[in-house]
């Protein structure tokens, strides 16, 4: 549908060769010379180069500029060697593309000066969104960055997920209970599972619209999937995530493509089972899951990204080589994608991101070697 008109007439083909499929094969399980390992986050504040980039700039209107986003994405890749770029974005983007005002304040992070309240307020939303038109311009950042990354490694492309973006659209920003959200679940099921379809519609197209532009791997965002507990997560979260995939997998094979998702449901520990059987290639782990005990859990049915605790970084260089080689012995090498457990906080060094890629690609080499 959306890949057999999209507009930028730019299609794969005409994109420079992948030079560095590392991240690929390990997504599908397949083996590498190397554990292969990004950040997320890695285009961000702790980079002097980015705040230097961002100075004086509205954050959306960054967003909106593909040049700005492709710029973003490629500067942490000139420092270090990523297996991995993630497209410069952000998951408000679609809540924005169904009409809701969205704003980046200064000091309070994402705000929306008109949240949702009550059910009549989805009528103020958009039923058919027009994703090109919408959100085009995500589209031209994916297009322009897989040019200038000049093949180096694969760029992901991403979205949040249903119930992580129905949270910020009800609650006008971030929160720590997330309990104007939860009461929707509660006191309003059939509205909250409306709101959960209308974005899974947008989200499908939208992820569609990113592998037509050139996204190569896909990650869906479920950041506040901590905020549900087991019931809550498998009426309200599950389906939809699952839903997610199983329609952009479907579109995607109807055009011949193959392109591995990743689920990211962070401290949905409780749901480890299930998030290993929802037609993601690989699931994302945040800090408080033990390595060993996310392989026995998985059984094997996916691969595995995550999960350093990102303040290891506050470490001296020398501990956070031991702490990657721990995680990886606790992991193993194969169907493994190193990360973190949630993205770069904008206080550190980016000389201890270059240690823990380093200690990555040594201590995984040398692992590697010895099987």
Not at 78 to 95: H, K, N, Q, W, Y
Not at 205 to 220: I, K, S
Request: charged share 25%.
């Amino acid at each position: 549908m959306l890949l057999r008109h999209f507009k930028c007439h730019i299609f794969p083909k005409d994109f420079p060769q992948l030079q560095n499929d590392t991240f690929l094969r390990a997504a599908r399980g397949e083996e590498t010379e190397h554990v292969p390992v990004w950040c997320m986050r890695q285009a961000g504040r702790y980079l002097p180069e980015f705040r230097e980039s961002r100075a004086g700039k509205d954050f959306f209107e960054t967003c909106q500029t593909p040049a700005a986003c492709c710029e973003l994405t490629l500067q942490p890749l000139r420092r270090f060697p990523f297996d991995a770029a993630i497209i410069f974005s952000d998951i408000l983007v679609v809540p924005q593309a169904m009409g809701m005002d969205v704003q980046m304040v200064a000091g309070k992070g994402p705000t929306f000066p008109e949240p949702l309240k009550e059910p009549e307020d989805l009528q103020r939303l958009r039923v058919k969104v027009d994703v090109g038109k919408e959100l085009g311009y995500v589209f031209k950042a994916i297009t322009l960055t897989r040019h200038k990354i000049e093949g180096k490694v694969p760029l992901i492309g991403f979205t949040g997920a249903p119930w992580t973006l129905m949270s910020y659209m009800i609650e006008g920003g971030g929160s720590n209970t997330h309990s104007k959200a939860k009461r929707w679940l509660y006191r309003h099921p059939e509205a909250s599972h409306m709101l959960l379809r209308m974005l899974t519609d947008v989200i499908v197209e939208y992820l569609l619209g990113q592998v037509a532009a050139g996204a190569q791997a896909l990650q869906v965002f479920e950041s506040h999937a901590g905020i549900l507990g087991p019931v809550e997560f498998k009426e309200f979260a599950l389906p939809y995530l699952r839903d997610i995939a199983r329609r952009v997998k479907d579109k995607l094979k109807e055009a011949g493509q193959d392109v591995p998702m990743i689920v990211f449901a962070k401290d949905g520990h409780y749901a480890l089972e299930d998030l290993s059987q929802s037609h993601y290639e690989v699931v994302g782990l945040d800090w408080t899951i033990d390595p060993q005990s996310a392989r026995e859990r998985t059984g094997g049915k996916v691969s595995l990204q995550g999960n350093m605790d990102p303040c290891a970084l506050y470490a001296p260089k020398e501990r956070i080589s031991d702490i990657v080689k721990k995680m990886l012995e606790g992991f193993g090498t194969r169907a493994y994608i190193a990360n973190l457990g949630h993205g770069l906080y904008p206080d550190m060094d980016p000389e201890s991101v270059g240690a823990f890629v380093e200690a990555v690609h040594t201590h995984s080499r040398q692992m590697i070697k010895q099987k």
